[in-house]
């Protein structure tokens, strides 16, 4: 193998749009990074998938819910990133997802976004904020846990 073939990517690896979104719809939780003056924020966050898009639960104090204030408005990007461990005895399919955040303000939609969270059962307190993230730009992989014929060892 040549270091031309090592450093590519294996294609298969790779998870297509669909399956990212699949796992966006069923990971309960994710990191949300944010840049607040040049920092990083990241925090961990409760998600639900509403509209077609995936929504970051924030409680108002979070550092995270201060910091968006400065990338709301310009609409600057944030990350959300996820791992689901459903088959975790022999890979993880991680997702991030880049977006411009939107705030859900609307009543009926902010009801919605509740509900969903509460069937998950997330802890949604009454100064919980709803992030969606619009149209986003979706990379994912599976990481494999183990080689393949590996035996684990009984000890």
Not at 51 to 60: H, Y
Not at 108 to 131: P, Q, Y
């Amino acid at each position: 193998m040549d270091e031309r073939e090592r450093s590519e990517p294996d294609h298969r690896a790779r998870l297509s749009e669909q399956e990212c979104r699949e796992v966006l719809a069923r990971t309960p939780a994710a990191r949300l990074a944010v840049t607040r003056r040049g920092l990083p924020r990241i925090e961990l966050v409760g998600l639900v998938h509403f509209d077609g898009e995936p929504v970051a639960l924030l409680p108002e104090y979070s550092p995270v819910a201060r910091a968006l204030s400065e990338v709301i408005s310009p609409r600057r990007l944030v990350a959300l990133q996820t791992d689901d461990l459903s088959d975790s005895r022999h890979e993880v399919h991680s997702v991030t997802a880049v977006a411009r955040p939107r705030w859900i303000v609307g009543f009926d939609d902010v009801r919605e976004c509740r509900r969903i969270a509460e069937a998950r059962g997330l802890d949604v307190r009454s100064d919980t904020w709803f992030l969606a993230m619009t149209h986003p730009m979706l990379v994912g992989r599976r990481v494999p846990l183990r080689s393949p014929g590996h035996m684990p060892q009984n000890r």
